[in-house]
């Protein structure tokens, strides 16, 4: 199966990887950003192609997506679809 996506999926991971920053500059630039534990807390996840999750929110069970980068593993941007 053929992913339409992939190539800009992997250009998002890359420059996302590539600039990774820690929890206070991801907020100042982001808004709300999640730990791996506070995003399992507040989100079921359902799938992801990296850079983006698809999760639905536990609060109101709108599903969604968040992006994430890999280490330090921080999610943030959630978008309700």
Do not use: C
Not at 33 to 55: C, H, K, Y
Not at 63 to 72: I, V, W
């Amino acid at each position: 199966m053929t992913d339409a996506t992939e190539t800009i999926r992997r250009e998002m991971q890359a420059r996302i990887n590539a600039q990774r920053s820690e929890r206070e500059a991801l907020e100042a630039k982001h808004g709300q950003v999640w730990d791996t534990a506070e995003m399992q807390r507040n989100f079921s996840v359902i799938g992801f192609g990296a850079p983006l999750i698809v999760v639905t929110r536990k609060a109101d069970n709108a599903k969604g997506s968040l992006y994430f980068q890999h280490n330090p593993r921080f999610y943030w941007g959630f978008q309700a679809h």
